[in-house]
């Protein structure tokens, strides 16, 4: 068995070769342990859309797809994410699976400072594509972990609960 | 905010991690999903010098039935708690409360072992293992055992878990056909901690209490179980004086500390006015 390898232990700065398929696209790159998965994207992979507001999952803002589901970025280190598959703010919009939340938050001014608004996007695409209709209690319910300073979440609730019954009805978002 | 430097293993055995941990002492770390962890060393309330990750242990996972058990691995994570049929079927007091455990993000991430191992006293998930009368199992560098949770919750954040052992599995007795449950908890937001929180299961033969194991969390340094409050109930078959001998006997089951915020007294009676509710449901459904 290949054990714990204790020159390990001599040098807890030095760094490690990660490698992920980030929104799509396969990266490496060299990490010291205790950088978080959010400073690993944003600092070493220059994905700056993911942001960094508490460092400890308090927030909402550092939230990405990890091996497709929701996950705080702030709350785990790049090394654990080691061969994983992570889809960021960046990526899905280029992929256009949230182009219709996207352009509704645009539309009810759900965002103002926009600080907010990559977490916000991540939750509403995973509550939808696990509750096809939510109702407001549910959307917000979802929400519980995500802070917004600025619109006091009304919009943000409007703009997701459009969303899903647009979704429902197949046609776009009124 | 930021950790201090540490070295990371990935363990592929719980063998490995062991003997990982057995050569660092102290100064290691096992990291499940990581969800307290994380923070606390951010905070720097901790400072191990390696982590052991111990998230790519194939046998801390899944779920399933041995013997009269369900037998749901550490590494089951707080959003499977929901999703996974057998734990809807034979551990549906689980089920009930995980929507309760933080934010579906972090419950994406957060496993049952590492709930229970941090012994959070406002946790859902180590309460609830003591209502189900669950057994939890250890491995450590002597080798393994299983603790009742009755046994297993000892003070603040402190267990039965000795330096260097891990969970490696929660034993659940299976839900049967005349077992009841109800939870619920009293937070001022969704996702917040509770105030109070309260699981209970009860057996019932005839429209009566045969059995009954309340717990409740948020109430002191451990998950707390009610035990005079469940010996009221026993025989009963839930009517009003009952119930409320039931509510009259936590008083002297829980004592909760002293709080600015919330002070003893006001959670003393929402402790009171939960478990109401909470048996009321029972006995609608009973
Ligand atoms: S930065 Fe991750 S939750 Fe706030
Ligand atoms: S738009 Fe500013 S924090 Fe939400």
Do not use: W
Request: charged share 25%; proline share 4%; with cysteine.
């Amino acid at each position: 068995m290949s054990g714990l390898d204790e020159t390990l232990l001599d040098d807890t700065e030095a760094t490690v070769r990660v490698r992920f398929v980030v929104n799509g696209r396969k990266v490496a790159c060299e990490v010291a342990p205790r950088e978080t998965l959010v400073d690993c994207l944003r600092n070493e992979l220059e994905l700056t859309g993911t942001h960094a507001g508490c460092e400890m999952g308090a927030c909402g803002a550092c939230l990405v797809q990890l091996d497709g589901r929701a996950v705080h970025s702030c709350l785990m280190y790049a090394v654990q994410a080691d061969g994983a598959r992570i889809d960021t703010i960046e990526g899905l919009t280029e992929s256009g699976v949230i182009a219709d939340l996207q352009a509704e938050f645009h539309r009810r001014n759900a965002l103002q400072c926009g600080f907010c608004t990559p977490g916000m996007l991540v939750n509403a695409h995973e509550l939808l594509s696990q509750v096809a209709e939510p109702n407001r209690e549910e959307i917000r319910d979802a929400l519980s972990g995500n802070y917004c300073r600025c619109t006091g979440y009304e919009a943000i609730v409007d703009a997701i609960d459009a969303v899903a019954k647009a979704r429902c009805e197949g046609g776009g978002a009124t | 905010m930021k950790a201090r430097a540490f070295s990371y293993f990935r363990a592929a055995t719980i063998e490995q991690a062991l003997d990982a941990h057995a050569r660092v002492g102290d100064d290691a770390r096992f990291i499940a999903g990581g969800q307290s962890l994380v923070p606390a060393l951010s905070l720097r309330l901790q400072a191990p010098r390696l982590l052991i990750d111990i998230t790519h242990i194939g046998e801390l996972r899944g779920v399933r039935r041995e013997g009269g058990f369900l037998r749901i691995g550490a590494l089951t994570r707080h959003c499977e708690m929901l999703s996974e049929p057998l734990i809807a079927e034979f551990a549906p007091l689980l089920h009930a409360a995980a929507p309760f455990v933080a934010h579906p993000a972090i419950r994406n991430r957060g496993t049952f072992g590492g709930s229970v191992a941090l012994a959070d006293p406002a946790s859902e998930f180590p309460a609830m293992t003591l209502a189900l009368d669950a057994e939890i199992e250890i491995a450590g560098p002597s080798g393994r055992r299983r603790v009742k949770a009755d046994d297993f919750f000892l003070d603040l954040f402190e267990t039965a878990l000795q330096p260097g052992e891990l969970i490696t599995a929660i034993y659940v007795p299976l839900f049967k056909a005349d077992q009841r449950f109800a939870f619920d908890e009293l937070a001022r937001r969704r996702g917040d901690y509770a105030l109070v929180g309260c699981g209970m299961l009860a057996t019932c033969a005839g429209g009566r209490i045969d059995d009954i194991r309340i717990s409740f969390f948020s109430v002191g340094n451990t998950p707390t179980r009610v035990k005079g409050a469940e010996a009221t109930l026993i025989g009963s078959s839930l009517d009003s004086e009952r119930i409320a001998a039931a509510q009259a006997a936590l008083e002297g089951d829980l004592a909760p500390p002293d709080s600015d915020e919330v002070p003893p007294a006001m959670r003393l009676h929402l402790a009171r006015v939960l478990l109401g509710r909470l048996l009321g449901r029972l006995k609608e459904g009973a």
